[in-house]
Structure formats: structure tokens, C-alpha cells
């Protein structure tokens, strides 16, 4: 099928997407907006180091042979879990628990590039140009933090007014002052080199690595102030965006667990629920690197949203805490096909009605019914594509308008081989005609991405193609 055709479907999406944005009466981005601190990571930046210290320079060799710390405990653990991601390429999240652990990669690599962060301010700051009117929870909503959201008059936090409550710019809403919590993005591209040993490294597409120190939201208890609120401002919402689970730890000091923070906010979902039959709900399944965590998401959380999004690094990890059953195997050489068997297990296990997958070079989608037309849940995909190019190549985009760069870098040719062999294993010609199939019992969407071959950076490219891709299907 000619690249010109896609084009053609590319650019009819834009417009439909363009459409179906402005008529978005409201969407509540929750429950982990931070301060990311972005350093572009270079070989200069750690030779130095390794070769003056051995048991960092171990550690490197142990995480290009595969094996990655579930946590970071000290600087080993560090490197470890930087060079496993080096290594395969591929976006990973861990998080710092010691304070000392903190201060040293503060004393070695800097704080980075003050930016807004976690996966609500991603979402959040993607949106808000939009003119969709946006809710992003941010708790301790700093004055340093509020001031990374930008002036945007349709982005707004809960606050309380006299009896009630009511939405105001979050500069209006900070309290605090002080960096309370960093997510350092580790950002690299292909064109990072480097021989340990004579182990070369080099990752063979552009990702990130994220060690984050948030020990204030590490034992997860959610504002009052933002529970209570949004039940009482819930009317006003169509979109309910949240993610975060990556934060908690497994067991606590108090004797609590995961477990034990995690069923509360279960019990709330089922409240939003109850209270409103026309909100839909989307889940953003981020890198969770313990599978207790995964276990009570996927047993107390997931039951309760409509939408799930995750990535090729997040998909395996979900497998066996959703079905301890399942034979099916996600690796480096994994292809569409064996992605959609995944996800038509997770449909067979859990009640969700969408879940979103986006990988290099194609996205794919399988709803149990299309919440509008098979088109609009193709369409939506397109959008948030163009949605992502824009962001990779130009930096966060400030006005709707912007969106439009997305439609000018080329389309991903191995992404277009990938949906011509899933077609053609299927033998659904018209999937590579028009991104629209069936896979088993569920309708099957996927699209060629876009190609920025340089992005500006990932970090967030993900929450921007989940967010786009769930507010226009």
C-alpha cells in the first residue's frame, strides 16, 4: 500500500481529531505530576567515572548482560539499571530509595534541566494546549512546580472554596516551596558509543533511563482536598487520565504494603464509577518493577477503568500478575502478531473495553466495541501519532495549531512492513488498506507512526500518544 495513501488517511484524521478535541467538555490528568531533572546523557559523562571506580564499572557489565535492580539502592544499582536500559535501548524506570543514593547521583550528574514530569504533568502539559479544559493533580503542589505547568487559563487544580470547591491555576493553588521530589531523564540517542571492556554499547534507538527520588509520594495517600473535589466537581469531566503505581514500594516501615496502598484508591475508582456512568476512565500502566505491585494493580485497579495504555517494555511485565497461566512470551524479537495475542489474553481476563499499545515504528489498538466507529478508533491513533511526531521533533507544542509539524516527517517504514505481515497472517488485506481489522472476538486497529529519527527527547512521548489516543476515540 503507498505511503501516499496513509498520508491521505493521516491528514483526514488530523482534521477529525482536531474536531473531536473541541468538543471536550473536561479531562482530570491524577496522581503524579513531578519535577524532572533532563540530562543528555554522553560517553564522556561516564567514562570518567567507571574508570576511576571498579564496582561501577561491574555493575555496567552486569546490566548489559541483562540483569536489572528492582530499586535503587546505591550507585551500583544506579549504573546497573542505566546501562541495562543502554544496553537494550529501551525506556526504564527505577526508583532511588536511599537519601544518600540521592545525593550522589545529585553530586555527580547535576539536577538537570528543571522540566515538568511524571506521567499527569506529562499528560497535563499535552493537553493544555489544546483548549481542552484540563484538572492536573500535583501533590505538594510547590511554587518550583507550579510554575512548570505554564500559563495556560484552561488548565486548573482542585481547590476548596468556602462550602465547596472550585478549579484555579495552580500557580494561585501552590503552598510550598522547595524540590521535594526529582525524576532525573536520562536522555540518549543511537549515536551514544561506548566499550567497557570490550563490551560495545550502543543503543540501537533513542530512550531514556529515569531514576526518580519521590519518597514524599512513596507511600501513596491521596489530598482530601482532590478526592473530595473531584466527586464534587465530577459533572464537569468526560476523561479520567491516571497512572503512578511505579512510585510504591512493596512493604513500608509501618508494617503496610503495596497491598495496603493500593485498595483505597480501588475503593475510590468504584465511588467515580457509581457516580458517574458517563466517564471514562483510562490507566496508563507505566514501568512497575515489582511484581507484588503489578499483582494488586492488576487484581484491584484494572477492573475498574474502561482503558489501558502501555509500551512494549511495560507488556511482558503484565503477563503472568493477569494471567498466571499464560504461555506467551514478549521479547527483543517479538512482532505485531505476538503483541495482539497479548492483548486479546488481557481482554479474555480482565473486563477493560480498549487497550492502547504503542511501539517503535506502529500503535496498535483492540476495543471490545468501538466507542464510536471503527474509523474514529483508527483515526484516534493517527492523531495521537501526529500528536507525538510534533512533540519529538519540535519540543512541546504550544497551541493546537502546532500539532499540525506532526504531519510532515515520514512515515515508518518498518512500521508499515510490520502492519503488511500482521495483514497478511490475518489475511485481512483491507487491515493494511485501512488499519482496521479483527483479531479472535475484538476489533483490531493499527497504524505506521511517524519517524523523527532525532527527537528533541522521549520522555512523555508516551503519555502524549496514550492521552491523545483516548480523548478522540
Known sequence: MPVEHWDRLYKNAYDNGVNRIRSIPGVCCAFHSVIDGLIHLHPDLLAPLLGKNASLKEAALTGCRGEVPMEIYSPEDFIQGLFYSLSKGCAMQRMIRTRETHQ??????????????????????????????????????TVELADLFGDYPNLRVIARKNDGFTKIPPREAAKDEGIFAIHWIFEYTPDFVM???????????????????????????????????????????????????????????????????????????????????????????ASIASPMIRRAVSRDIIPHVHSIGLNETELPLFLKPIDPYSDIELGDDSDAMDYCRALAMIFRKTPVERIHFHNLGYYLCMEREPWSSPEASRDALLFASTMAAARAQNGLFSRLEDVAQGLHPSIDQSGLNQLKALAERLGQPRLLETGIGRFEDYHLFMIPTRLVKNPMFTVGLGDTISSGAFLTA
Open 104 to 141: 550522589w547521583v545529585l553530586e555527580t550528574f547535576g539536577p538537570g534541566e528543571h522540566r515538568l514530569g511524571g506521567t499527569a504533568g506529562n499528560m497535563a502539559r499535552s493537553l493544555a494546549p489544546l483548549d481542552i479544559p484540563v484538572t492536573v493533580y500535583a501533590n505538594p503542589l
Open 195 to 285: 566499550n567497557i571492556d570490550g563490551v560495545r554499547v550502543q543503543p540501537h534507538r533513542a530512550n531514556r533511563y529515569i531514576p526518580s527520588w519521590n519518597p514524599i509520594n512513596n507511600q501513596f495517600r491521596m489530598s482530601v482536598e482532590f478526592a473530595q473535589g473531584f466527586l464534587a466537581l465530577i459533572e464537569s469531566y468526560s476523561h479520567l487520565l491516571f497512572s503512578g503505581f511505579h512510585i510504591l514500594s512493596e512493604r513500608y516501615p509501618d508494617c503496610s504494603t503495596c497491598v495496603d496502598v493500593v485498595k483505597p484508591l480501588s475503593d475510590y475508582l468504584g465511588v467515580v464509577r457509581e457516580r458517574s456512568s458517563h466517564l471514562k476512565i483510562h490507566l496508563e500502566l
